[in-house]
């Protein structure tokens, strides 16, 4: 049986993490090429580090004849992306820091593999995915992933408009979550480390300045007296970002994803073209756990796909319920392929995923987010909701 008592732990970190400027950047690449070629192959990975950016990886795009014009704006969609973060450190800057370019053209060999030996794109590579859904929040995600992500993005929202001009991009949170009878009730701890611009500030300084955001983030009653508080507990944080530690893309994935609370397959998203099923393969069984417990079929759901290199179709399909259930789980593995292309192909079609949408993914996770008018968050949606009902 599983337990219905414990207290559960997630971490979210900035858009002015390390790990996550690399993430940004990748992702601002990314959503260059398909705007240019929505049919643009791309894996980029960044490294950052002091006064340095490194950003290689395999690239393609239909007409090779506009690669080398298209190379060089690389280094400015960096520099953009490194400015809107909010970085103007001496050692980090966005105008001054050198930008090395190390992309080249696709490996033939993978091209193939997603080409697919009949004609048929098949799979980028071999590998397993996991999609998860609770209803424990409205946008049935993980209650401690969910508000992890919020009390940053809230500190982002107030430091760049101006309101808290002494907060720095670089910052990470924990919320340690406390449940009863399966269901978030209370937070019995709150971590936060911010960098800070002014080097007189304190950790009570620090506290006093983001307390009141994070308790208008959290829902009432979940701080109580008990609540223990760590903000800046290592004192001051003024060196923040690839100054401080370097960067690399794709090192945070269980901020990306669900805080811990469900399984990871490995891969991580950004810098990914959806032809990869590392990223368009986890957004889609987000989106098919999500239909399930949004059509009343279970309190929480998990949903894995596995894949092989060059070959189209995924090699299996598992559910489960965590014996929250109102259906068979085997039940709904044979109404997924029923409902919808679980082809790469498919997923991409489905899901519209051949669009500049990634680079708004980077930070505070790929999921729980409001699906967007132009296709953003797409896997978001609740719309096979009837469609499942009806296939079960």
């Known amino acids: 049986m599983s337990r219905n008592n414990y207290i559960f732990t997630s971490e979210s970190v900035s858009e002015g993490h390390p790990d996550k400027v690399c993430d940004r950047i990748s992702d601002a690449i990314l959503d260059a090429f398909l705007t240019e070629d929505p049919l643009a192959r791309v894996a980029c990975e960044t490294f950052a580090t002091t006064n340095r950016v490194v950003i290689g990886g395999e690239v393609g795009l239909t007409d090779q004849e506009k690669m080398p014009g298209f190379m060089a704006s690389i280094p400015d969609i960096a520099r953009a992306c490194i400015k809107d973060i909010g970085y103007e450190q001496d050692k980090f800057h966005h105008a001054t820091c050198e930008i090395t370019n190390l992309l080249h053209e696709q490996s033939a060999h993978i091209a193939q593999g997603v080409t697919g030996q009949q004609g048929d794109e098949g799979a980028g590579d071999q590998g397993i995915m996991f999609g998860y859904a609770t209803n424990e929040t409205d946008a049935l995600m993980p209650a401690p992933i969910q508000y992890s992500h919020a009390i940053l993005r809230r500190l982002a929202e107030v430091r760049k408009n101006g309101t808290e001009p002494a907060l720095g991009p670089d910052a990470k949170s924990q919320l340690s979550v406390h449940y ?174 051949n669009k500049p949408i990634y680079q708004r993914t980077a930070a505070y996770g790929h999921f729980g987010r409001a699906p967007e008018a132009d296709g953003g968050f797409s896997w978001e949606r609740t719309n096979l909701v009837q469609a499942l009902k009806k296939a079960v």
């Open 180 to 353: 009863e009878d399966g269901k978030p009730v209370g937070v019995t701890s709150i971590v936060l480390s911010t960098q800070h611009l002014d080097e007189n500030m304190t950790s009570a300084d620090v506290r006093a300045l983001v307390e009141p955001y994070i308790r208008e983030t959290l829902p009432d009653g979940w701080i109580t007296k008990a609540t223990e508080w760590w903000v800046n507990p290592t004192g001051k944080f003024v060196i923040g970002g690839p100054d401080g530690d370097a960067g690399l893309t794709g090192r945070k994935i269980i901020v990306d994803t669900y805080g811990g609370a469900a399984p990871h397959g490995g891969g991580a998203f950004s810098g990914k073209d959806p032809t990869k099923v590392d990223r368009s393969a986890a957004y889609v069984a987000r989106y098919l756990a999500k239909n399930v417990v949004a059509a009343g079929m279970a309190d929480r759901c998990t949903v894995q796909l596995s894949y092989a290199i060059g070959v189209a179709k995924p090699l299996s399909i598992y559910v489960d319920t965590h014996q929250t259930g109102k259906v068979k789980a085997r039940d709904i593995e044979l109404a997924i392929p029923k409902i919808i292309d679980l082809t790469p192909r498919g997923i991409r079609t489905h899901l519209e995923l």
